[in-house]
């Protein structure tokens, strides 16, 4: 990802609707997979039981730690990133288990996750069968793997440069990938639906523009400033998937996310 793209969406990850509602929806989504997992004590559980050992969590493609909080409700949480810098400010955010390393060599031993979790990460990878094979050898047998990925390659535009995607999804590839690395998809949907009236006019000017040569350098989705009532609006909106995607698929939308296990034994 271009640095500059990293920065801001360094410092509006706690702000900018789209991160607030994707989050809120990615937990709604873990909560009901995981409940949370209870603190391990250091030397006897209730009753005198020998202690409950807590879920081991993973991140790959951490960025600047943004998720790595809310993630530790589910367990011990490690992160792992290919950028040195970020994984700096992720310790210094008091994430010491942070690790640099490739999604096509986990620095991990085998059977070690119960949870792998890729924040649109995936895309960001040339060969996405490696590095699901790699998330299937350090899962755990019956662990869980999330994934979110942008979708639809027409709307590939500026921003998947800036990015440095590799790719966009639809629900079908993202299946499809899941299961040719030996995963079970569980649930698979797309989401960032109810705003898809908007985004696809606003993506189609963008391509426009650049074809015209009128886009500037580095231009990506963040880039636009929003008003805050506006930001407030379009965060009510998305946030608002999270409750009917309890139940239900999406048959479109800007983005798509897979509940995925590797088989018990």
């Known amino acids: 990802m271009d640095r500059v793209a990293y920065e801001t969406f360094r410092e509006l990850e706690h702000s900018h609707f789209w991160f607030v509602s994707r989050r809120r929806i990615f937990f ?26 807590r879920r081991q969590v993973l991140e790959i493609g951490c960025g600047a730690g943004g998720m790595l909080g809310p993630l530790q409700r589910y367990g011990e949480v490690a992160g792992l990133d ?53 998330v299937l050898r350090v899962l755990r047998p019956g662990g869980a793997l999330f994934v979110s990925v942008p979708c639809y390659q027409w709307l590939w535009s500026q921003n998947d440069k800036t990015a440095h995607h590799c790719r966009r999804y639809t629900a079908t590839r993202l299946r499809r990938v899941l299961a040719g690395a030996g995963l079970r998809p569980v649930r698979v949907s797309y989401f960032n639906t109810f705003l898809l009236p908007l985004i696809v006019p606003s993506v189609l000017w963008q391509k426009l523009m650049d074809r015209l040569g009128r886009l500037p350098q580095g231009y990506n989705n963040m880039s636009v400033e929003l008003s805050p009532w506006l930001n407030r609006a379009f965060t009510g909106v998305m946030s608002s998937e999270r409750l009917p995607l309890r139940w239900l698929r999406f048959p479109l939308g800007h983005s798509a996310f897979a509940l995925a296990r590797r088989e018990p034994e």
């Open 28 to 53: 709604d989504q873990l909560d009901r997979l995981l409940p949370a997992s209870p603190t391990m004590s250091a030397t006897t559980g209730q009753n005198g039981e020998p202690p409950t050992a």
């Open 82 to 134: 290919i950028d040195h810098e970020f994984v700096g400010v992720c310790r210094e955010r008091g994430f010491p288990n942070v690790l640099c390393g490739s999604g096509y060599e986990l620095p991990f031993r085998d059977e070690v996750f119960d949870l792998v979790c890729l924040f649109d990460t995936l895309e960001h990878i040339p060969d996405e069968a490696q590095a699901l094979r790699e």
